[in-house]
């Protein structure tokens, strides 16, 4: 038998040995990515269970890894429902709250409107004057929290033309975050989404100086041709404060932004946000 399998041995051993290493490789990348999400999108700590702890990391990996909204919602859902059914967590804690808000955001993301469940989660760490606050958790958490949901809240509230509920969103998440101390380009887009809503709420020059602020700043960062999360952010800005100034009646000025917005987009041709800034400018 050896010796009429000995031409293919060597075959065999080969594809062994490939075997061996793909399996090698698919285990690596299983561990990389376990790690990946507990360090940078880790879980409550108060989620002991391990049946729930792997439902939220398989929907973490679904909303940040391999996104798919949809299959985010169903683990995020089932998370809940054994939370619920073990009776550990109240609604009102931290962890709960954390993954309301991470539901909510899967939602609108396949066009799923949880409006109530937001703003019910909101008014728990925001008061009717729009001021941070809440009862039995941290503050640091709750500025957290106000970050999550306004991501989610603001840009509904925008679609649902609610503009004026929209300035106290993003304007309670921009003291959030800048309490936080973060300097990331999220506290930008909260100054820029700011500024949108202004203009749309028809308070043109609140909008207009909020956009310019956040251009001066822009401004101010080193420049470099590394293509990051800052990537043509100035370029958005030039884009708004172009439609700002058309609607003031400032057409010079708004072709003049438009154009310098046009420079920046051009310098990154090969990023796909930066296409859509380009094609949106001409």
């Given amino acids: 038998?050896?010796?009429?399998?000995?031409?293919?041995?060597?075959?065999?051993?080969?594809?062994?040995?490939?075997?061996?290493?793909?399996?090698?490789?698919?285990?690596?990348?299983?561990?990389?990515?376990?790690?990946?999400?507990?360090?940078?999108y880790p879980?409550?700590?108060d989620i002991k269970d391990k049946e729930t702890r792997k439902l939220l990391r398989g929907a973490a990996l679904r909303e940040h890894i391999a996104p798919d909204p949809r299959i985010a919602y169903m683990f995020l859902q089932r998370a809940l429902?054994?939370?619920?059914?073990?009776?550990?967590?109240?609604?009102d804690s931290e962890a709960v709250q954390e993954i309301i808000a991470r539901l909510?955001?899967?939602?609108?993301?396949?066009?799923?409107?949880?409006?109530?469940?937001?703003?019910?989660?909101?008014s728990k760490v925001v008061d009717a004057d729009g001021q941070i606050q809440g009862v039995g958790n941290s503050d640091h958490w709750r500025k957290q929290q106000v970050c999550r949901l306004a991501?989610?809240?603001?840009?509904?509230?925008?679609e649902n033309g609610d503009y004026q509920g929209a300035i106290t969103t993003y304007g309670t998440a921009l003291r959030a975050l800048k309490d936080l101390d973060l300097e990331e380009p999220k506290q930008a887009n909260y100054i820029i989404s700011l500024g949108e809503a202004f203009a749309l709420?028809?308070?043109?020059?609140?909008?207009?100086?909020?956009?310019?602020s956040v251009l001066i700043d822009l401004n101010k960062r080193p420049q470099t041709q590394q293509v990051d999360?800052?990537?043509?952010?100035?370029?958005?800005?030039?884009?708004?404060?172009?439609?700002?100034?058309?609607?003031?009646?400032?057409?010079?000025?708004?072709?003049?932004?438009?154009?310098?917005?046009?420079?920046?987009?051009?310098?990154?041709?090969?990023?796909?946000?930066?296409?859509?800034?380009?094609?949106?400018?001409?």
């Fill in 1 to 40: 038998m050896r010796g009429r399998l000995q031409p293919y041995l060597g075959t065999i051993r080969i594809a062994s040995a490939a075997s061996t290493l793909f399996l090698l490789s698919i285990g690596g990348l299983y561990l990389y990515t376990n790690h990946h999400l507990d360090t940078k």
């Fill in 201 to 212: 709420s028809g308070d043109l020059q609140s909008a207009y100086t909020l956009l310019m």
């Fill in 229 to 282: 999360r800052w990537t043509c952010l100035d370029s958005i800005v030039m884009l708004d404060i172009a439609q700002v100034e058309q609607q003031r009646g400032h057409l010079q000025q708004s072709r003049k932004w438009a154009e310098s917005g046009l420079q920046v987009t051009s310098q990154h041709k090969t990023v796909g946000a930066c296409d859509n800034c380009h094609a949106h400018l001409l």
């Fill in 151 to 158: 991501d989610t809240l603001g840009p509904l509230q925008i």
């Fill in 104 to 122: 909510a955001g899967a939602a609108a993301q396949f066009g799923e409107q949880k409006t109530s469940m937001l703003y019910s989660a909101w």
């Fill in 81 to 91: 429902e054994l939370i619920y059914k073990q009776g550990d967590l109240s609604e």
């Fill in 43 to 45: 879980e409550h700590p």
